[in-house]
């Protein structure tokens, strides 16, 4: 028999009434968006899942696009018949030939109660007619095969598959973050795990030059490009942070400059937010990777913003991260050798336990609320969208 149909479900969308009915409708603009190359692939978007009429469409690149579509959780081939027992068991078996295994279950449900057989009939009308017909036993522990059949009110679906999605939520759906994006590891899988969860992000890169090379941005705009596959068009905001990072350098001292630098990392960014209409700042930071990133250091680093300040990774080991980076595809990327301004600058005897007092004294030691309305003032815009070559400033 032929796989014409994808059948879609939610998972994780409990909401009810009008939220739901915008998470759907979120989700199937995202679907539709992410398979636009297939233009032969009709749907039907309906309160409990969404069909994909294949239409000859190939499977396998479908397949691999519906895995990266945030909000979905997972996905099957079905086949869809009338609501008639006798044809049910001749697709079961023609099904069950075809993918020539030993064993097998059937698992009905039924949601249309007007349906003349109750669940477990229908179950034991397939088995029957199955083993009569076939070789296949009936494993009800471990079966080779679950043969799932739902009788709808219109139509029945059966399947063999259940291939999990992203999970989360669908993109768009809680509004935007901020995220502070360098050319490191961990950065790109912070974004990554935001957008799973559906939150659209923007990104701001703090830029050295001539300390860091024109190649990070080259290499920021990739890692972006690949992002690119869960959020269509992502804005990055370049912030010309030389003047100040030199400023800083020369009055915080070795010990607490990546203190202050992140500091005023944190006041720009969350300006940005702010003005882009962004509720939330987001960044890389794992707890206790570096020694700005001691339950301390972030306690004295996160108090310049009101805003909340989401570390998807603040709990994972660098090894886990590095993995999913893999999967994601950002990896490669990100270990370019290229300095960025952090690394070019990192002191050796950097504070795990910056003193608020201390802070104080050097931050009233300068005016560097000029200097962050000057990085402000000078920030860069521009759209990244792959395979677009033209960047749009704005
Ligand atoms: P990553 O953490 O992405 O691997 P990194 O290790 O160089 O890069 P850290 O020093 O660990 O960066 O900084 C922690 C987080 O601060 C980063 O994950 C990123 O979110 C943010 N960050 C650091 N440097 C920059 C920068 N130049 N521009 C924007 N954000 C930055
Ligand atoms: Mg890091």
């Excluded at 397949?63 to 006798?86: A, I, M, Q, T, W």
């Amino acid at each position: 028999m032929k796989k014409d149909r994808i059948m879609v479900r939610y998972g994780e969308l409990s909401t009810k009434g009008k939220n739901r009915k915008n998470f759907i409708d979120a989700l199937a603009k995202n679907i539709k968006r992410m398979l636009k190359d297939f233009e032969r692939l009709t749907y039907e978007v309906r309160r409990d899942h969404i069909y994909i009429e294949l239409n000859d469409e190939s499977c396998e690149q479908i397949e691999e696009r519906l895995k990266k579509v945030p909000g979905l959780y997972s996905f099957s081939y079905v086949y869809r018949l009338d609501n008639n027992l006798e044809e049910m068991k001749k697709a079961a078996l023609e099904i069950l030939l075809e993918e020539k295994k030993k064993t097998f279950k059937v698992r009905s449900k039924r949601t249309d109660k007007s349906f003349p057989y109750v669940s477990d009939e229908i179950n034991r009308a397939i088995a029957g007619y199955v083993l009569t017909h076939s070789d296949y036993k009936v494993d009800v522990h471990q079966p080779e095969i679950l043969l799932s059949l739902t009788v709808r009110e219109d139509y029945t679906y059966l399947y063999t598959s259940d291939i999990r999605g992203l999970g989360g939520y669908p993109l768009g759906i809680q509004g935007k973050a901020m995220m502070m994006l360098s050319g490191g590891i961990d950065s790109p899988v912070a974004c990554y795990y935001m957008l799973k969860r559906g939150i659209k992000i923007e990104c701001v890169h703090f830029a050295s030059p001539p300390y860091t090379a024109e190649g990070v941005i080259t290499k920021i705009k990739n890692l972006l490009e690949v992002l690119n596959i869960y959020q269509e068009k992502i804005l990055l905001h370049i912030v010309p942070f030389t003047k100040l990072q030199e400023e800083i350098y020369r009055v915080a001292g070795t010990s607490y400059a990546i203190t202050i630098m992140r500091r005023m990392m944190y006041r720009i960014a969350e300006s940005l937010a702010e003005k882009r209409n962004c509720f939330v700042l987001g960044n890389g930071e794992s707890i206790g990777q570096v020694a700005s990133q001691t339950l301390v250091s972030l306690k004295e680093i996160e108090r310049v913003t009101h805003l909340p300040v989401i570390r998807p990774l603040a709990c994972v080991d660098k090894v886990d991260i590095i993995e999913t980076a893999k999967q994601i595809g950002t990896y490669d990327i990100s270990i370019r050798p290229f300095e960025d301004c952090c690394t070019i600058f990192e002191p050796k005897n950097v504070t795990t336990a910056p003193h608020p007092n201390r802070i104080e004294k050097i931050e009233n030691s300068f005016d560097w609320k000029t200097l962050v309305e000057e990085c402000i003032e000078n920030i860069e815009t521009m759209e990244i969208e792959k395979d677009k070559k033209e960047d749009h400033f704005f």
